[in-house]
């Protein structure tokens, strides 16, 4: 979009389309929340057949998966974001490191947030069930 351009040129920063759109006055935060819950549905439909964890050995697969199984991950469209979300209870055991590692078995392997933002995330007595940004 021709202000994104605008934004980015003057001050270097990549503001998302949605928060111009509110910033305009064109949507409020209810409809851009529900453009991106839509965009995130159909991003999880259209990945189903997303191959496995190309882990090492079988037993390493099913420890990450033992951990993982109750998240999923959604890329973006322009694949410039990844959120991921719980689907259901909060995974025992998660750790930052077999969040990164779940992540890279998604293909997520760069621009991924702080370590101390994934660890406040994971510490939450209960996990939001709105998307987490994880990587842009």
């Known amino acids: 979009m021709v202000v994104q351009d605008l934004i980015f040129s003057r ?79 909060k995974p025992e055991g998660l750790t930052v490191a077999v969040l990164k590692e779940f992540l890279q078995s998604r293909s997520v392997v760069s621009g991924l947030v702080a370590d101390e933002v994934l660890e406040r995330y994971l510490a939450q007595e209960k996990l939001p069930m709105e998307p987490f940004k994880v990587a842009s």
Do not use: R, W, Y
């Open 11 to 89: 001050t270097k920063i990549h503001m998302p389309i949605g928060k111009v759109l509110k910033e305009m006055g064109a949507l409020n935060q209810v409809q851009i929340d529900s453009v991106l819950a839509a965009q995130i549905s159909l991003s999880t439909e259209n990945s189903e057949g997303d191959p496995g964890c190309p882990c090492e050995s079988p037993d390493e697969e099913d420890a990450l998966h033992g951990q993982t199984k109750h998240l999923s991950v959604t890329i973006s469209k322009d694949k410039l974001s990844a959120f991921i979300s719980p689907s259901g209870q």
